[in-house]
């Protein structure tokens, strides 16, 4: 009877913790998660000093997301060199979380973050990307990290085109393209996107509000990735500024406006 009570009382204890473990979610970047690596290859720089010093490594950073989503108690669990570990924490300190749940409630939780730094890996990323220092197409830059809405900004981000487009809307009218499956499935709808204008004129934390099928929502992502931008302005330094898109699909509506630009006082 002992060993039956004991085994009986192990499976219970197990089961429990099979079901908590179901019922907790770690912290998980607001961006989906197949955007993490774009969003590392369109930001990261290596250290001149850790190019010329040959240094390679993955950098390994464990932190704590509390209940309102703020990162706190950053830690470096590995390390590569100074420099190198100071661009990661850049890198890192511009991604936006989600809290950690249980039981769906919001908690504070615990997660680690980890990026490689390779030289022949970024030497292919700067050929692709075609860049190498991220230009700064306004300073001074402001060093706080705070995100502002559009209405908050003494000057509101705008598109860096070249002579070919008049607008921003017309950049996205002349090269958002119909998907195939959405052409055939005779899709109509909108995809709305919320990303993160940096105050290097790069989109980050790129977050799919409404999707929609057929490789529409995949077209209109590719799209944000194109464009880049003058930097919001506050109190005259460049600022992370909250922007919202809205991108109309409609087969019967290729030749017209694509896109609705969305400055809502929605934050992130």
Known sequence: M???????????????????????????????????????????????SALNNKEEGTVLISFTVNKEGRVTDKEFVKSVSESIDSAALKLFNMILWEPAKYIGKPVDGTNEFKIKYSIKRYSSIVKKRGYDKIPLPFEPVSSSLTIYTVKELDKAPEALLDSTYKSAQEFITQNLVLPEAALKLNLIGYVKLRFVIEPNGLPSNLMVIEPLGGGCTEEAIRIVQLLKWFPGIKYQEAVRTCYNLSFKFDPADEIKSKVIPNQSNTGI
């Open 2 to 48: 002992f060993y039956r009570t004991t085994l009986l009382s192990a499976i219970f204890i197990i089961s429990l913790l099979s079901l908590k473990g179901q019922e907790y979610q770690a912290p998980q970047t607001r961006m989906p998660n197949n955007l993490i690596k774009d969003f590392i290859h369109t930001h990261i720089e290596y250290p001149e």
